[in-house]
């Protein structure tokens, strides 16, 4: 074989070799530039946001460069979790807040939450609920997107208010006074009632009112006015002045009636009359055969102008049993009282028998 053949074929058989070497330098490097790549995605993230889940490839191991990497933005109330399964998988869970409205107070408060119950939301937001107040919904109910709750504001107040009770007042016939006299005899005082009122309020507006007590806190005093019922100042009064009824100064009941001279009489300390009875001021001195002894007695003057007042037929005298006299009067001890008796004098009067005596 000619030299110049000889060197052409060595030349391209070398020219050839070359390009397989290139060839294969570039398949070289391809294969480290895939290897390399394959090492550095090395990790398999698995995204979930909002239920979606989706596949992320890469290196990042700490969670904000994971979802910086992925365009993941979270908000301030977001929730996320982080969970490593093994050295080249882990989890990313992201749950996203939504809003709940609760209207209290006359405004709104939006609450951001994850998740949680109607109590959860309302404790989140800081409205303080009181012992009376209203939720619409259930407590325990599951807080969802664009729920609304609305609280409602009840309290109750108390209110006391005390007013006078008036007193009565009532008027006891004295028939040791005069006609038109008065005398209180007890004093008139206003007493105290106190009532309470429970008042309820919805939302700062009083919708019902209920009575919650009702206290007489001081009884009233009754006032007692005595009033006088004699023509005149009775020279006996009574005990009891409100036994003996008058009607304009006369007994209202009695057995007969008997009008007559009277007169007056006065007697030692220690004296009594023909019956036994001592003398006193209210005894008088009859005839026993028209009134008898014991018998209870009016005495007034027929003019109305003088009044002995109560007495008991209790003595008797020459001119009773003559008849000259109708009734002799006692008047009492000739030591104090003669002085009355001679003022009393001889006087007609109209003698009221209330009840016949015994004798």
């Not at 209207?103 to 009376?132: C, H, Q």
């Not at 006609?179 to 105290?192: C, L, M």
């Not at 009891?240 to 007969?256: D, S």
Request: hydrophobic share 35%; proline share 3%; net charge negative.
């Amino acid at each position: 074989m000619k030299p110049q053949i000889i060197n052409n074929k060595l030349n391209k058989l070398i020219k050839q070799s070359k390009l397989i070497k290139i060839v294969l330098l570039a398949a070289s490097i391809m294969m480290v530039v895939m290897l390399s790549g394959s090492l550095y995605f090395r990790d398999r993230v698995y995204i979930t946001d909002n239920g979606v889940t989706k596949e992320l490839m890469t290196s990042k191991t700490e969670l904000d460069a994971i979802l910086a990497f992925g365009n993941y933005t979270i908000g301030e109330h977001d929730r996320v979790t982080y969970k490593v399964e093994d050295e080249r998988t882990a989890y990313v869970t992201i749950e996203r807040a939504f809003d709940v409205i609760i209207k209290v107070d006359g405004k709104e408060v939006i609450v951001p939450i994850v998740e949680g119950t109607v109590a959860d939301v309302i404790e989140k937001s800081g409205v303080k609920l009181y012992e009376f107040d209203l939720v619409d919904l259930d407590m325990h109910a599951e807080a969802t997107e664009g729920m609304t709750i609305t609280v409602t504001r009840v309290n109750y107040q108390l209110r006391a208010n005390s007013t006078e009770i008036p007193f009565e007042t009532i008027y006891v016939d004295n028939s040791n006074m005069v006609i038109g006299e008065e005398k209180i005899t007890t004093q008139g005082e206003n007493g105290v009632r106190t009532t309470v009122i429970k008042e309820k309020y919805v939302d700062g507006q009083l919708t019902e009112k209920e009575l919650s007590s009702d206290t007489i806190e001081k009884e009233p005093v009754t006032m007692v006015i005595e009033r006088g019922t004699a023509l005149a100042e009775p020279y006996a009064k009574m005990e009891n002045p409100e036994t003996l009824k008058l009607v304009n100064g006369l007994p209202a009941e009695y057995v007969r009636v008997l009008s007559g001279k009277t007169t007056a009489y006065t007697g030692g300390y220690n004296a009594f009359g023909a019956s036994g009875r001592d003398c006193e001021i209210g005894t008088v001195a009859v005839n026993p055969n028209i009134i008898p002894y014991g018998s209870e007695l009016y005495i007034v003057s027929q003019d109305g102008s003088k009044v002995y007042g109560y007495a008991i037929a209790s003595d008797t005298g020459r001119g009773l049993m003559q008849g000259r006299i109708l009734a002799d009067l006692y008047f009492g001890n000739k030591y104090d009282h003669f002085d009355d008796s001679c003022r009393w004098g001889s006087v007609y009067c109209d003698v009221y028998i209330i009840s016949e005596g015994n004798g």
